[in-house]
């Protein structure tokens, strides 16, 4: 079974474009303002435009109410929207039962009872994202090129379809899937020059070695 890959974040042409070329299963964008990787509406339409009707568009919100959601959706005709703050899993499933969507739930993980404690999105969520847990007094609840420890997943059993994010990048790619068993990655900032500032080569060299895996 391959290893698929989103990359997240997308804010310009040149590298989503380096995303599709490079055979990503999903592009993210993320409409929270206090983020480097922010779009409004009409960037991420622009974006979206360019995006094959194989590959998935995913909005990333954080604690998102009605309206962003229904404007992000239309503008970018999202297929998944991925949920990365605080949403209790009542609020998940309404979220994806008033866009009809895919809908992914991001978990922090610092210890194997976050792990545990993610079984309670089984009936809210499609899909469980498991990232690093930020540091307290974060200002954003991802994309700071954290990881987490791999090995709190050995032996443990998820109880739903679940993707790995966190920290990512060619360099240690393929050590995360082999110790994982993951199928489904998602990188951020480790195909970045800058927080926000996207790279077509870091962009290429890891979607090139996500196929090798």
């Known amino acids: 079974m391959p290893v698929n890959a989103k990359i997240c974040g997308l804010s310009d ?12 299963s999903h592009v993210g964008f993320v409409f929270f303002a206090r983020s480097p990787r922010n779009i409004a509406s009409d960037q991420a339409a622009a974006l979206a435009a360019r ?6 568009r995913v909005g990333v919100f954080v604690d998102p109410d009605d309206a962003l959601l229904t404007a992000a959706v239309a503008a970018a005709g999202l297929t998944t929207v991925q949920l990365h703050g605080s949403e209790p899993p009542a609020r998940v499933a309404a979220i994806r039962a008033m866009t009809g969507l895919e ?15 993610a079984a309670e999105y089984v009936q809210a969520a499609d899909l469980l994202l498991f990232d690093a847990k930020p540091p307290k007094g974060a200002d954003l609840p991802g994309g700071l090129g954290l990881r987490f420890d791999w090995r709190l997943m050995n032996g443990w059993q998820p109880p ?10 060619a360099g240690n790619i ?12 998602d990188v951020s900032s480790g195909v970045e020059t800058a ?5 077509a080569e870091k962009i ?7 196929k090798t895996l």
Do not use: C, Y
């Open 13 to 24: 042409a040149a590298s989503l474009d380096a995303a599709v070329a490079g055979g990503a």
């Open 51 to 56: 995006v094959p009707g194989h590959i998935g």
């Open 103 to 117: 809908t992914w739930k991001a978990v922090p993980v610092r210890t194997r009872a976050d792990l545990d404690g």
């Open 160 to 169: 739903m379809r679940w993707a790995l994010s966190g920290g990512l990048d």
């Open 174 to 185: 393929a050590e995360a899937v082999g110790t994982t068993g993951a199928r489904l990655v």
């Open 195 to 199: 927080p926000g500032a996207k790279s």
């Open 204 to 210: 290429g060299a890891f979607l090139r070695t996500v």
